[in-house]
């Protein structure tokens, strides 16, 4: 079973960089997402689950909201199946909670219909 654990979310000041992780921690070992899509999605409360950003299968294409392109970049390592989102030039309106989730398909998908395995999220909070 596939169990999508991220980290490194926290406070950070306006214009300043987080990096959070995505592991699949749900076998040992395994590879179970080394041919799947993965992607960042995130949610203010009151409000839809937005995407972010996602990554195909090999990690040759990458796609991104218009609010963050250019200030974050997504990545992946498959062997070590962890994920990665850069996010530099943080602002105020990027707080919310990052869910990781790993997608059916192979390709770096901004439905969210596509993806059937979350994370827990990690708060992100940007003050001004």
């Known amino acids: 079973q596939v169990k999508l654990v991220e980290s490194g979310g926290g406070v950070a000041q306006e214009g300043s960089s987080l990096r959070l992780s995505c592991r699949d921690s749900?076998?040992?070992?395994?590879?179970?997402?080394?041919?799947?899509?993965m992607a960042w999605f995130r949610q203010v409360p009151g409000t839809e689950r937005q995407f972010v950003s996602g990554?195909?299968?090999?990690?040759?294409?990458?796609r991104y909201a218009d609010s963050v392109k250019g200030r974050f970049t997504i990545s992946r390592d498959r062997m070590s199946n962890i994920m990665y989102l850069q996010m530099d030039n943080l602002k105020p309106e990027d707080t919310a909670v990052y869910y990781c989730?790993?997608?059916?398909?192979?390709?770096?998908?901004?439905?969210?219909?596509?993806?059937?395995?979350w994370g827990q999220g990690t708060q992100v909070t940007v003050s001004s």
């Open positions: 749900g076998r040992t070992g395994g590879r179970s997402l080394s041919n799947n899509g």
């Open positions: 990554i195909s299968w090999n990690g040759g294409d990458t």
């Open positions: 989730a790993a997608s059916i398909r192979a390709t770096a998908s901004s439905a969210k219909t596509d993806y059937r395995s």
